[in-house]
């Protein structure tokens, strides 16, 4: 069964780091593209970064040069550094599967919130 | 404000047929599959229609999706009350190699 869980939001101040996990089970990441996506409180959802299965990565224009995605393939596990986090980055952040072939984000988290606050 | 454009919010009563409509250009739709998802919030996104009007696997049939040009809609019929949810529309966007999403539909099942 696939199964994506996420983990390490919570509280953190303007200008600090996080670091987001993604740990899933029941197929391998490295064999996939995975997606970080968020919802920020009110507000719909927006993609924020992808890995491919090659290990290219890409970003969303909000969060260029701050965010890094990653992977440990021996781990089965997907991160999201957070750096120079800003109130606006506040959101439910939720890992997606993209088996690609145009299938879309199949398997989604039940998400991890970042409240970025003084 | 996304690039797809969805109306905010949409409304049916159980039994009802209701439609959510997407609205993009040439570089988004015009030119790439529609995804919809369905979304409580709080909990994870569902994939409920894939490469414009594909259901996957155990999605019911009273989910349908086409596109035409520049436009895309989901039609749910035989509304339910376990349909009442936040609706997206999601396509690949080549120039900034990610997705792009509606600003989504709120559905209300009267």
């Known amino acids: 069964e696939v199964q994506l869980v996420e983990s390490g939001g919570g509280l953190i101040q303007p200008g600090g780091s996080l670091r987001l996990s993604c740990t899933a089970s029941?197929?391998?990441?490295?064999?996939?593209?995975m997606s970080w996506v968020r919802q920020a409180p009110g507000k719909g959802l927006e993609w924020v970064s992808i890995?491919?299965?090659?290990?290219?990565?890409y970003y969303a224009d909000s969060v260029k040069g701050r965010f890094t995605i990653s992977r440990d393939n021996s781990k089965n596990t997907l991160y999201l550094q957070m750096n120079s986090l800003r109130v606006d980055d506040t959101a439910l952040y939720y890992c997606?599967?993209?088996?690609?072939?145009?299938?879309?984000?199949?398997?989604w988290g039940q998400g991890t919130l970042v409240t970025v606050s003084s | 404000q996304s690039v797809l454009t969805q109306p905010p919010s949409a409304s049916g009563t159980p039994g009802q047929r209701v439609t959510v409509s997407c609205a993009g250009s040439?570089?988004?739709?015009?030119?790439?599959?529609v995804y919809w998802y369905q979304h409580l919030p709080g909990t994870a996104p569902k994939l409920l229609i894939y490469?414009?009007?594909q259901r996957p696997s155990g999605v019911p049939d009273r989910f349908s999706a086409s596109k035409s040009g520049t436009s895309a809609s989901l039609a749910i019929s035989g509304l339910r009350s376990e349909d009442e949810a936040d609706y997206y529309c999601a396509v690949w966007h080549d120039s900034l190699s990610g997705w792009v999403f509606g600003g989504g539909t709120k559905l209300t099942v009267l």
């Open positions: 890995i491919y299965s090659d290990g290219s990565t």
């Open positions: 029941g197929f391998f990441v490295s064999s996939n593209y």
């Open positions: 040439n570089s988004n739709i015009g030119s790439n599959y």
């Open positions: 997606a599967r993209d088996p690609g072939y145009d299938y879309g984000l199949d398997y």
């Open positions: 490469r414009n009007n």
